[in-house]
């Protein structure tokens, strides 16, 4: 019997966006693909994973047989690995002008708010007079 395709595409397809192999199975049992047809498709996917897996570690096995040592006559330049011996760049929040700049502005938030409480009656006679 011949491999649905569109089933076989379809849990490659769901597999690849991060989804489980069995939602991708069971979404094809509720969508209605006879159970046969799903079961062709999860065993050929299953012989071709195997087979591209035995096919990886082929090529694995030859590129580490050719891998090509530097001479030690050969002069290297350090590589830089880690950057413990660098100072540290001072981000925008951690700066003091930042966090000063900020109280600031939130204590004039606070003030402008109290004064709405405060002074709300006179502030909507005020717009009252302006509108008419």
Not at 53 to 71: A, D, L, M
């Amino acid at each position: 019997m011949p491999i649905n395709n569109e089933i076989l595409e379809g849990i490659k397809y769901a597999l690849t966006k991060g989804e489980s192999f069995e939602l991708a199975v069971s979404t094809f049992r509720n969508a209605g693909y006879p159970e046969d047809e799903i079961s062709d498709a999860v065993s050929a996917l299953k012989l071709d994973t195997v087979t591209s897996q035995n096919e990886t570690k082929i090529t694995q096995v030859k590129q580490e047989s050719s891998v090509n040592f530097p001479s030690p006559s050969k002069s290297v330049s350090p590589q830089q690995i880690s950057s413990y011996e660098q100072p540290p760049k001072q981000s925008l929040l951690q700066s003091k002008w930042f966090i000063i700049m900020l109280s600031i502005f939130l204590v004039v938030l606070l003030g402008a708010l109290v004064s709405l409480f405060l002074f709300k009656d006179q502030i909507t006679e005020f717009f009252s007079n302006l509108s008419g």
